[in-house]
């Protein structure tokens, strides 16, 4: 099933926040009812379509523009695309906002930096910290929280159920509109 409108999820939010936790969640709940969805893992899409980048700001300004591009070209098929990458920098979100337009909800996991790091699901903060990986978000890097926000899900607080639960209802009430 396609979608009416035209959307793109764009998460963002610390390692550790729960972008592929949620991303996968509400990927398979929507599956379930008939509808198409490509996920843009951060982690999946460092390993493919941005391999050969790093994480300097050109870097990183360049991997949001690939993702936007790729979230705007399954969109415009009536795919809902779910951007799942940390997405640190209010500029790289005003870019991407530029290149989808209205068709992008911003979506900000708060967590924070403490809990991620107590989580350390992937032991990236111990390495951050240890100094054995430069330009980490949150420990060697910033991370600006969203200034405009669609919806914002607590993640450090909700558990997954009802966050992906606030999300499909987000969903239900601005894109498909159906009632949850
Ligand atoms: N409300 C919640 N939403 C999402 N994840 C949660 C929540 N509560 C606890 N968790 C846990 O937090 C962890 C989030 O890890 P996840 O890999 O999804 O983060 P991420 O944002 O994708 O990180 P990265 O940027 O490193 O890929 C998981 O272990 C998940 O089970
Ligand atoms: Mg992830």
């Given at each position: 099933m396609l979608l009416n409108k035209h959307c793109v999820l764009w998460f963002c939010g610390?390692?550790?926040?729960?972008k592929t936790t949620i991303s996968m969640a509400l990927q398979q709940q929507l599956v379930q009812e008939g509808y198409e969805v490509v996920v843009f893992d951060g982690d999946v899409v460092r390993k493919g379509i941005?391999?050969?980048?790093?994480?300097s700001p050109e870097d990183r300004t360049e991997n949001i523009f690939r993702v936007a591009q790729a979230c705007k070209n399954v969109s415009q098929r009536g795919v809902l695309a779910i951007s799942a990458t940390i997405s640190p920098y209010e500029s790289h979100r005003v870019m991407a906002g530029e290149m989808l337009g209205d068709t992008m909800k911003c979506i900000y996991l708060d967590a924070s930096l403490q809990v991620c790091q107590d989580r350390d699901v992937k032991g990236l903060y111990a390495k951050a910290m240890a100094g054995?990986?430069?330009?980490?978000?949150g420990v060697s890097d910033i991370f600006e929280p969203p200034q405009h926000p669609d919806l914002v899900l607590h993640t450090g607080q909700d558990s997954v159920e009802v966050c992906v639960r606030k999300l499909y209802q987000f969903l239900c009430r601005d894109v498909l509109g159906t009632t949850p």
């Open positions: 610390l390692s550790g926040s729960g941005s391999k050969d980048l790093g994480f054995e990986i430069t330009n980490f978000t």
